[in-house]
C-alpha cells in the first residue's frame, strides 16, 4: 500500500469515527413485549393540529391517536440521537407501516393555547400507498415509575443506613411536572430536572438554611447531585451515574 494510500485510509477511519461519535442508537428490535395500556408508562407526550394528534412515547411503545379518537400501538425499534444537535429520532415498523417520531429540543407553539412546549415534534406514517406528515410541539415528563419518594441506600458504593443520620436523604418526584424536591440530610431543597428518558439533570436547587448542628452528608450529596446525568430503575432501586459511574442508589419508599 502506497504512502498516500495509508493517508486516504487514515482519514477515512477518522471521519467513520467522527460520525460515530455524534449519534447514539439505542436498538429495540428484538423486544417482545406485549402493549397492556395498564402498565403504559410513557416519558413523552406530543401533540398537534390541522389535523389534531397526539402520541405518548414509553420505552417499548408509541400510542398515536388521530383526530377520531382512534389509538394505535407501535413498538420502538430503535432510537437514534444526535448528541450535538439536541435531535431524537424514534423508529418503528408494524406491518406495511413505517412511523418515524423526530423530537427537537426547540422552544414550540401549539398556536392553540398559550402553552410553551420545550419541543417541536414530527410525525410520519409511511405505508405503500403514501405518507402522512405531522407537525406539533410535545415535553418530557416524568414518568409513573419515577414518581414517588426514593430514600438514599448507598453514596459512592458506601452503604448509607436509614438511622445513620438524624434525616436521611432523598428524592421526591410528586407528579409528571418536571421538579424535584427532597433532603440532603439537613436542609430540604427543590428544583428542577431536565429528563430526556435515560437521561436526567437535576439544575437550580433552592436550599432552606437551617443550621446543620448534627452529623450529616449535606455538602457531599449536594455537590454529587449536581454532576448526575443518567438514570436506571433496576430491581425497584433508583441508580444515579455520573456518565457511566454509578454514584448514589435510592430505594423507593
Known amino acids: 500500500m502506497t504512502k498516500i494510500q495509508l493517508i486516504c485510509f487514515a482519514i477515512l477511519i ?3 469515527s467522527s460520525c460515530k461519535s455524534k449519534q447514539t442508537t ?3 428490535t428484538s ?9 403504559f408508562d410513557p416519558y413523552f407526550k406530543g401533540l398537534g393540529t390541522e389535523p389534531f394528534w397526539n402520541i405518548e412515547i414509553s420505552d417499548d411503545f408509541i400510542v398515536y391517536k388521530d383526530i377520531d379518537g382512534k389509538s394505535e400501538v ?4 430503535s432510537i437514534d440521537k444526535a448528541q450535538d444537535a439536541n435531535v431524537q429520532l424514534i423508529r418503528s415498523e408494524k406491518g406495511n407501516q413505517q412511523l418515524r417520531v423526530t423530537i ?9 393555547s398559550d402553552t410553551e412546549f420545550d419541543y417541536k ?3 410520519s406514517i409511511i405505508t405503500k400507498e403514501n405518507e402522512l406528515k405531522l407537525n406539533g410541539c410535545g415535553n418530557y415528563i416524568i414518568p409513573l415509575k419515577l414518581q414517588g419518594k426514593w430514600n438514599l441506600i448507598s ?7 436509614q438511622d445513620k443520620y438524624l434525616k436521611t436523604p432523598y428524592l421526591q418526584f410528586e407528579n409528571e411536572e418536571k421538579h424535584v424536591n427532597g433532603n440532603a440530610s439537613c436542609n430540604g431543597f427543590n428544583g428542577a430536572v431536565f429528563f430526556d428518558n435515560q437521561y436526567i439533570r437535576f439544575s437550580k436547587l433552592g436550599v432552606t438554611r437551617m443550621m446543620c448542628v448534627h452529623e450529616n452528608m449535606e455538602q457531599e450529596f449536594l455537590k454529587e ?3 448526575i446525568t443518567k438514570y436506571k430503575i433496576i430491581d425497584s432501586e433508583l441508580h444515579l451515574f455520573k456518565g457511566d459511574e454509578l454514584k448514589m442508589i435510592f430505594k423507593k419508599e
Open 14 to 16: 477518522a471521519f467513520v
Open 26 to 28: 439505542v436498538d429495540n
Open 31 to 39: 423486544s417482545a413485549k406485549k402493549f397492556n395500556e395498564k402498565t
Open 74 to 77: 407501535f413498538p420502538v425499534n
Open 104 to 112: 427537537t429540543q426547540k422552544s414550540c407553539s401549539d398556536g392553540m
Open 121 to 123: 415534534t414530527e410525525v
Open 155 to 161: 453514596f459512592n458504593g458506601a452503604e448509607i443506613l
Open 225 to 227: 447531585i449536581a454532576t
